[in-house]
C-alpha cells in the first residue's frame, strides 16, 4: 500500500510542479548521493530486529573488492518525523567491514544514512530501510 | 441564522448578559495590535510563507520524513501548536489561517452571488471530510510522506478556492473545513471567546455591522468591513462553535462594543440555548455526530500509533479473509467511528434513562451527552499531539539548516542530536492532560444530568461516567503501549 501511495503521491506532486511557477533547484534531493559504483549492504543482529541495542555492520564493497580504509558514519531514523536520530561512527573490524553499537528506540519502519568516505576522499551517502522494527518495549506514545 | 433574519433592530435583540472581565482587545500592546486592521492579514501572510515553504520542500526536498520540513512541521509542530493554542488560549489558528488569502482571491476573480446549497448547509460534509483526512492519513502514510503532505496543503489551498468561488459568505469555514471543524469542537474548551462587551449597547443597536457588515455610507450596498460570514450574530451567539476568531465583528461594530474575554472553558457545552448559526444542539443531530467523531477519533488516531494494532489488524484481516489494507484499515475505521460510539452511547443511554425511570427518547438523550465526551477527546488529542511535539521540538533546527544548507544559506551544519524532552519527561505531561479531559468530561455529564434530571442526576450520571471512566482508561492504556509507526502492517 504505501508503495502506491508514494508513486501516487509523487504523479500528483508531478503535476503539481507543472503548475507551481517556481524554480527551486537548489533545495533538490541530498546533493551528495551519487551514482559511483559501491555496493552497501546492512546487516543486524539481532535479526529480525527489535527495539533495544542493535549490532550495524555495514559491508562496503568497490566493484569486486571490498573497501577498506573509509569512514563511514551512519545515521539511524524512522520513517516518520520527530525523532531524534540515532548517530554513529563504525569502526573497520575487517577490511570492507564496518560496525557500530546503536539503538532502536522505537518500533515502526527504520531507515538507516550511510555516509561512507572513501580513502581517494570521495563521500557516498546510501539510503537502507530496515521496516518493522518490531516493538520490545519502550517508547511508548 | 440567515442574514435575513437579522432585523435592524426594530425590537430590541436579546443579549445574554455576561459579566465584564478580561479583554485582550483592552490589553495594552495586544489590544491595539489585534484590533489594527490588517492584523489578521499579517498573520495570514506568515502563515502563507510557512505553508509556502512546506510545499516546496515537501515537493522539492529530501523525500525522507525526518529530514523534510513539510512532514516534520506538518506533523509535529503544526499539530502540536495547534492544539495547546487552542487549550491554551482559542481557535487562533483558524483566525490566522493562509486559506483564507486563497478564498479572498477567488472572490476577487469570480465574485460568486449563490449561496451555499442549503442541503448541505450542515456539518454532515465536514463530518465526512474529517474522517476521510483520519482514513487518508493512516491509508496513505502521510505522517511518511513529504510530498503527500505537501498534495494535502495544496489540496486544502484548492478546496478553499473553489469552494468560496461559487459560494457567498464562508461556506468552506463553516461547512467544508475538516481542521476547521476539529477546531470548532476543541474552541468549545478554551478560555477565550469572542463576545459583546455591553449588553446594553447591543439592545439599542439598529445597524448590526457586526454580522451585515459596515456600508460605505455613500454606495449603500458596498461593504467596507465585512461582518461574520459564518452566521453568528453577536448578541446571540453562544459559546466557541463556528467562530473563527477572525475579529470581524469587533472591526464592523460602530459602538466598539466586542470583547475577547476570559470565560470558563466548556461551560457552553452544558448549556442549551438557541445559538446563532446554530439552533439548539440538542437538535442538531450533525453537530452530535461531530463531536462523536472527534472523541473517538482521538482514540482511533492513537490506537493507529502502538504496536498492539498491527496483531489487531492481522488478526481482522484473517477474520475477513482478506490481504487488502486499505479494506483493513476500512473495517477498523467503521467499527471505531460508527459502531463503537453507537453501541456504546446505546448502552449508556439505555442505562441512564431507566435508572432515572425516564421515558425520553433514546436519541435524543444520547444526542445531549454526547457532548460531555468532547473534553476527553481533547484531553486525548493534546496528550498524542504533546508527545510528539515536546519529544521532537527541536528537531526542526537540524532539518532548517539541512534546507537551508541546500539553498546556499550558511545555518551551519544540521544538528543532527536536537530532540526535546524525554518520552519519561513527558508521559506525565499526557497522564495530566488525560486527567483535564477525563475531569472536564465528567463536569459536563453531571451539569447535563442536573440540569436534564434534578431528582436522578446522580443515577444518571453513573453509567455516563461509567462510559468516561472506560474511555479514558483506553486512553491511558493506549499512552502505556510501545509506539510502532509502520507504512505496511499486513507483510
Same mark, same amino acid.
Not at chain 1, 68 to 76: D, I, M
Not at chain 2, 217 to 244: H, I, S, Y
Not at chain 2, 282 to 308: E, H, I
Given at each position: 500500500?504505501?508503495?502506491? &501511495? ?28 551519487? &551514482?559511483?559504483?559501491?555496493?552497501? &549492504? ?21 566493484? !569486486? ?33 564496518? &560496525? ?8 515502526? !519502519? ?9 580513502? !581517494? ?21 | 441564522?440567515? %442574514? ?73 509542530? @503544526? ?57 487518508? @492519513? ?17 489540496? @486544502? ?76 450574530? %453577536? ?84 477474520? %475477513? ?23 456504546? %452511547? ?31 477527546? *481533547? ?54 492532560? *488525560? ?57
Amino acid at each position: 500500500m504505501r508503495h502506491a &501511495a508514494v508513486t501516487a503521491a509523487r504523479r500528483l506532486s508531478a503535476l503539481a510542479l507543472l503548475v507551481l511557477p517556481l524554480t527551486a533547484a537548489s533545495c533538490g534531493a541530498d546533493a551528495r548521493e551519487d &551514482a559511483a559504483p559501491l555496493d552497501v &549492504a546492512l546487516e543486524l543482529d539481532p535479526s529480525p530486529p527489535r527495539t533495544g541495542p542493535v549490532r550495524v555492520t555495514v559491508a562496503l564493497r568497490s566493484g !569486486d573488492a571490498p573497501l577498506a580504509g573509509a569512514e563511514v558514519r551512519l545515521e539511524g531514523n524512522m520513517n516518520h518525523a520527530g525523532m531524534v536520530p540515532e548517530l554513529a561512527t563504525a569502526e573497520e573490524t575487517e577490511p570492507g567491514r564496518y &560496525a557500530a553499537d546503536m539503538e532502536f528506540t522505537m518500533g515502526g !519502519d527504520w531507515f538507516f544514512v550511510v555516509t561512507a568516505t572513501g580513502p !581517494d576522499g570521495q563521500t557516498v551517502e546510501r539510503v537502507v530501510e530496515v521496516p518493522g522494527v518490531s516493538a520490545g518495549g519502550g517508547g511508548s506514545q | 441564522m440567515s %442574514l435575513a433574519g437579522v432585523r435592524p433592530a426594530a425590537e430590541p435583540v436579546a443579549v445574554r448578559d455576561r459579566p465584564r472581565g478580561l479583554d485582550l482587545l483592552r490589553v495594552p500592546g495586544l489590544g491595539p495590535f489585534l484590533r489594527w486592521r490588517h492584523a489578521r492579514l499579517a498573520a495570514q501572510l506568515g502563515m502563507l510563507l510557512v505553508a509556502l515553504a512546506l510545499v516546496l520542500h515537501g515537493f522539492l526536498g529530501p523525500q525522507l520524513a525526518p529530514r523534510n520540513l513539510a512532514t516534520l512541521l506538518t506533523w509535529v509542530h @503544526y499539530r502540536g501548536l495547534l492544539v495547546a493554542v487552542l487549550v491554551g488560549a482559542g481557535n487562533v489558528f483558524c483566525a490566522a489561517c493562509p486559506l483564507l488569502l486563497a478564498r479572498d482571491l477567488s472572490r476577487r476573480l469570480f465574485a460568486p452571488t449563490r449561496r451555499f446549497p442549503r442541503a448541505l448547509r450542515n456539518k454532515w460534509p465536514a463530518v465526512a471530510l474529517f474522517v476521510v483526512v483520519l482514513f487518508a @492519513y493512516e491509508a496513505l502514510d502521510l505522517w511518511g510522506s513529504p510530498a503527500g503532505t505537501a498534495v494535502l496543503i495544496l489540496a @486544502y489551498f484548492a478546496a478553499a478556492f473553489l469552494v468560496d468561488a461559487f459560494f457567498t459568505r464562508a461556506p468552506f469555514c463553516k461547512y467544508v473545513c475538516p481542521v476547521g471543524q476539529f477546531n470548532f469542537v476543541a474552541s468549545t474548551l478554551s478560555p477565550l471567546e469572542v463576545r459583546v462587551r455591553d449588553a446594553d449597547v447591543c439592545t439599542t443597536c439598529r445597524t448590526v455591522d457586526c454580522i451585515r457588515g459596515r456600508r460605505d455610507p455613500a454606495e449603500p450596498d458596498r461593504v467596507v468591513q465585512r461582518g461574520c460570514e459564518l452566521d453568528l450574530f %453577536l448578541p446571540r451567539k453562544v459559546g466557541n462553535l463556528d467562530c473563527t476568531f477572525c475579529l470581524d465583528c469587533a472591526h464592523a461594530c460602530p459602538h466598539d462594543n466586542v470583547a475577547l474575554g476570559a470565560r470558563v472553558p466548556g461551560e457552553e457545552l452544558t448549556v442549551d440555548p438557541v445559538r446563532s448559526g446554530l439552533g439548539r444542539l440538542s437538535k442538531r443531530r450533525d453537530v452530535t455526530a461531530l463531536v462523536l467523531v472527534f472523541a473517538f477519533g482521538a482514540l482511533l488516531n492513537a490506537f493507529g500509533m502502538v504496536s498492539p494494532v498491527y496483531a489487531f489488524q492481522a488478526w481482522l484481516a484473517d477474520l %475477513l479473509g482478506t490481504r487488502s489494507e486499505t479494506a483493513v484499515l476500512g473495517v477498523l475505521f467503521a467499527v471505531g467511528l460508527v459502531v463503537e460510539p453507537v453501541a456504546l %452511547l446505546s448502552l449508556t443511554g439505555v442505562a441512564a434513562l431507566r435508572l432515572a425511570g425516564s421515558p425520553e427518547n433514546l436519541l435524543r438523550h444520547a444526542g445531549r451527552f454526547a457532548f460531555a465526551l468532547a473534553p476527553l477527546g *481533547l484531553g486525548v488529542w493534546t496528550a498524542h499531539y504533546a508527545f510528539h511535539l515536546l519529544t521532537g521540538l527541536w528537531t526542526f533546527v537540524p532539518v532548517l539548516q539541512l534546507a537551508a544548507r541546500d539553498l546556499g544559506i550558511p545555518l551551519g551544519d544540521p544538528a543532527w542530536g536536537r530532540g526535546g524532552l524525554s518520552v519519561a519527561a513527558v508521559q506525565p505531561i499526557e497522564l495530566g492532560l *488525560l486527567f483535564l479531559g477525563l475531569a472536564g468530561s465528567l463536569g459536563v455529564a453531571a451539569r447535563l444530568a442536573q440540569r436534564d434530571f434534578p431528582a436522578a442526576w446522580k443515577r444518571v450520571l453513573l453509567p455516563w461516567g461509567a462510559l468516561i471512566a472506560l474511555m479514558f482508561a483506553a486512553a491511558v492504556w493506549l499512552l502505556d503501549q510501545p509506539m510502532e509507526l509502520r507504512g505496511t502492517f499486513l507483510g
